[in-house]
């Protein structure tokens, strides 16, 4: 199995530019997670979709984030416009669901984003 | 909501065990997870625990009492390569399945 793949793996832009996030999750698997990780505040939910469906936005930090997943093998994290504090690590994860069980999250490989 | 505290850093020695430690406060609860992250990579599933009681795999043990909001991950002769944060997370009662809540991590350096 390929596992979770995302890309870019890194991304630099100027800030005011759109910036777009790729994550495939891992076959058969009908949870997909956005996360952001950063020195200051550690691995923060932005979104989480169960069969397509956003189930919990409550993370997306302002309306210059934007996630959609038009199937069951793609999502997409837009930053438009993006400014130098969205600079991070944002990962996607994946997983099984109904929950009760072990169903850990497989996380993908990350997108390191420079706003400069 | 939820609210998990770890230590933000620990060290220890190659060969010994270390014990971290998380704590807990939530809405509802139903399992916490442990992940291991070396730096720059992913993070990577490590142990799972719903019930209360120390669940061992090889040379790590995740413990968990329900009662008191508390769990630790215990690491026993430690190699050099076990140098990487460790993050506790918590799954919650909601009608959003699988989602989890992650700790600040607790990055442990393991020195000769």
Redesign the interface.
């Known amino acids: 199995d390929a596992g979770v793949i995302q890309s870019p793996r890194h991304e630099v832009t100027e800030m005011g530019q759109e910036v777009t996030l790729r994550c495939k999750p891992i076959s058969g698997h009908n949870s997909l997670f956005w996360y952001r990780q950063t020195m200051m505040r550690g691995l923060e939910l932005l979104i989480y979709f169960n069969n397509n469906v956003p189930i919990d936005d409550s993370g997306m930090p302002e309306d210059r984030f934007s996630a959609k997943m038009p199937n069951a093998s793609f999502s997409t994290l837009k930053i438009q416009p993006s400014e130098p504090r969205d600079s991070a690590v944002y990962f996607c994860a994946s997983s099984l669901v109904p929950s009760g069980g072990r169903y850990e999250q497989y996380f993908g490989p990350g997108t390191r984003l420079t706003v400069t | 909501g939820q609210n998990i505290d770890q230590p933000t850093e620990m060290t220890a020695t190659e060969g010994a065990i270390v014990q971290i430690n998380c704590t807990y406060q939530t809405s509802g609860f139903?399992?916490l997870?442990w992940y291991q992250q070396h730096a720059g990579?992913?993070?990577?599933?490590l142990s799972?625990n719903v019930l209360d009681g120390l669940e061992e795999k090889g040379r790590f043990s995740s413990f968990l009492s329900r009662s008191k909001g508390y769990s630790y991950l215990l690491l026993k002769e430690l190699q050099m390569k076990d140098s990487a944060s460790y993050?506790c997370a918590v799954?919650g009662l909601n009608?959003?399945?699988?989602?989890?809540?992650?700790?600040?991590?607790t990055r442990l350096m393991v020195k000769p």
Request: hydrophobic letters at 35%; proline letters at 5%; glycine letters at 22%.
């Open positions: 139903n399992g997870f990579e992913a993070p990577t599933f799972y993050l799954r009608n959003a399945g699988n989602m989890l809540t992650f700790g600040g991590g």
